[in-house]
């Protein structure tokens, strides 16, 4: 029963894409575009099935389909393992993944491709739901390379236009340097180890008396490595807010809630092998907090909405990562619930934005869209409270609970943290004033044809506003469900104390102060000031430098892209030119030899004959001196 179930959550968005790609042209936009919604749906109602049904079996659920690899002592099966972790994960991917795809029916209906459309995103979500419940390493890593090939299809689905083909390459490429970190950590663990099953890893390395801590921090480190090009952590995030060129969903579904939630993912599943290796540790919560803070500044002066909100989700994935250095891992796990709730809220609500205005993403185009389009301020409204940490959004809970433990572990890293969450509530706000408030700014065409958009759109609006504003409620201080829930996977929370004390409601009044004045400099700035942005050639100082991302794509292009093109070229143009002409030069030496030689094939009997008595004199020759 258990697998039949676990085969319809797998492979029901297969068939998903099946569907679409053969039949999805002749079905029609809409029913292509609900066969791509059910598919997802009835993965969704299959993780509840399994959601509902883990309390009686803590230990999960374990699948193995068959052997796969039989190498002497190295085993590896293809299986699932629905545990805890696993089905919390195909939760949120399922949930909002259905909602993505009902409000694609809609914003996509226009485009000539979308049967083609909903066949990449049912791929991806097939892809997603493998990574998270295989078993071992090496069925991760089949998901892991298969979502990476749907963000590339999908980033560049619109590929007549070059600058996003170049931003798809952008994002396949930097996400293959990241893999290859991810092979050599599983290739380093199944030679120690001899397997690349989680449980059996487990207990591996819980029983071994001797445990090579070199290569296992290597290990680590590569896996780390692995985790930053997919969760988009310094130095491989550039490809992030480059991946905002695909159609709004995508972004909402791949960049906000599940692909880019990889990394944590696979750290939190590897949790025993990450708290044997403290230094490797440090090293992903400095990085984390680098990150948040980076991208939060580069955040304050973007004014490409896609943009700002892509910057945000890169800060806020540094946050998570800093809960997962510190060892939080239940805390990363809260705060990707919640930032999957209200920021796929935000670049939906985006994207009504951007359809109601026929594809403009300036803010400075942009203002006075609160009262024609009511349904997307609210909604958007709530998400940018919730990620700006306002009580008693879920944003509130999550983040608090990052800066709690930053605080109480490592100071610096605190105020980092905090800074970028300070910075976060100001550049939400500075979206929110510019795109809803004071004057409309755009053409007069695109004033006349104001309006909400569909239902389609504003109903999955609607219910992430709501999951963003009550998320929190899954982990509150004092009744944690979620760590409760997450005792088998993280067994350490079954001792930890989860209360508030004066420090902790301190740190929580600083927090939620710092949050108010970052909203507050918005509020002075974007509403009394009515200041907007100015033009892009106008800017100067830091915050040129800030709009320009600190130069870092240029920096790239300038150190590793621009040498290898170099080098491309002189191979193709100096050494493949000589190669090609020392292989040439050998035919034509072969083509003048047997030119020469094809001349004595001239038919002439008496020719032949000398030269038969030639050789035969030769012969009697060579054999009367060998005998002298």
Not at 209 to 223: G, I, R
Not at 337 to 344: G, V
Not at 584 to 594: D, H, L, P, Q
Request: aromatic share 14%; glycine share 8%.
């Amino acid at each position: 029963m258990n697998t039949n179930i676990a085969l319809v959550l797998v492979l029901a968005p297969f068939l998903g894409f099946l569907i679409n790609v053969f039949f999805g042209k002749s079905l029609g936009k809409s029913l292509s575009g609900i066969i791509g919604t059910l598919s997802v749906l009835v993965s969704f109602i299959a993780t509840g099935y399994f959601f509902s049904g883990i309390s009686a079996q803590p230990e999960g659920i374990r699948i193995s389909l068959f052997d796969w690899i039989q190498i002497s002592n190295f085993n590896v099966d293809f299986g699932f393992q629905l545990d805890q972790l696993s089905i919390l994960w195909l939760l949120f991917v399922t949930g909002i993944g259905s909602l993505i795809h009902l409000y694609s029916i809609s914003y996509m209906h226009d485009d000539e491709n979308m049967h083609k459309f909903f066949a990449y995103l049912n791929l991806f979500i097939f892809f997603m739901i493998t990574l998270v419940i295989g078993s071992n390493l090496l069925v991760l890593f089949i998901g892991w390379e298969g979502v990476g090939l749907c963000s590339y299809l999908l980033i560049g689905f619109w590929h007549k236009n070059q600058e996003y083909n170049d931003a798809a390459k952008k994002a396949f490429i930097m996400n293959r340097i990241g893999d290859l970190g991810l092979l050599v950590g599983i290739f380093i663990l199944g030679n120690l180890f001899s397997t690349l099953d989680y449980a059996t890893l487990k207990t591996a390395i819980a029983g071994a008396t001797n445990l090579d801590m070199y290569w296992l921090s290597v290990a680590a480190f590569a896996l780390f490595i692995g985790a930053c090009g997919k969760s988009a952590q310094i130095p491989l995030y550039t490809w992030l807010p480059d991946a905002m060129a695909g159609p709004t969903p995508v972004s909402a579904l791949i960049h906000a809630a599940t692909m880019v939630t990889a990394g944590i993912f696979m750290i939190t599943r590897l949790n025993f092998l990450f708290d044997l290796t403290p230094d490797v540790q440090s090293i992903i919560a400095i990085v984390g907090a680098v990150t948040a803070l980076l991208a939060a500044t580069i955040g304050l002066v973007q004014n490409d909405i896609k943009k700002v909100l892509a910057y945000s989700t890169v800060s806020q994935l540094g946050l998570m990562f800093l809960a997962l250095g510190l060892g939080a891992y239940e805390v990363a796990v809260f705060h990707v619930i919640t930032h999957a709730f209200f920021k796929a809220c935000l670049f939906l609500g985006s994207g009504s934005v951007i359809h109601a205005l026929h594809g403009e993403q300036d803010m400075r185009n942009m203002g006075g869209l609160k009262k024609a389009m009511p349904i997307t301020f609210a909604t958007m409204l709530i998400a940018s409270l919730a990620i700006s940490g306002v009580p008693l959004f879920s944003g509130f809970f999550s983040k608090d609970e990052i800066l709690l433990v930053a605080f109480h572990q490592n100071i610096p890293l605190w105020v980092v943290a905090s800074i970028a969450s300070i910075m976060t509530a100001f550049y939400m706000f500075r979206l929110m004033f510019l795109t809803f408030f004071q004057e409309f700014r755009g053409t007069a065409e695109q004033k006349h044809h104001l309006h909400e958009s569909p239902s389609l759109i504003t109903i999955p609006l609607i219910v992430l506003a709501i999951l963003a504003t009550i998320g929190g409620m899954i982990s509150l201080p004092g009744n944690s469900w979620l760590n409760h829930y997450l005792i088998p996977i993280l067994p350490k929370l079954a001792t930890a104390e989860h209360h508030l004390g004066t420090t902790e409601f301190i740190l929580m009044a600083i927090a939620v102060v710092g949050g108010l004045v970052g909203i507050g400099i918005a509020y002075a700035k974007y509403i009394k000031q009515n200041n907007v942005p100015t033009e892009d050639a106008a800017m100067t100082g830091f915050s040129k430098v800030l709009y320009n991302k600190y130069y870092v794509d240029e920096f790239y292009d300038a150190i590793f892209v621009k040498p290898i093109n170099f080098l491309s070229r002189f191979f193709r143009d100096t050494v493949e030119t000589g190669l090609s002409a020392l292989v040439f030069g050998f035919g034509k030496v072969t083509n003048e030899i047997s030119y020469q030689g094809k001349k004595i094939q001239n038919g002439s009997i008496g020719l032949y004959l000398f030269v038969f008595v030639l050789g035969l004199c030769a012969i009697v020759s060579y054999l009367f001196l060998a005998q002298q």
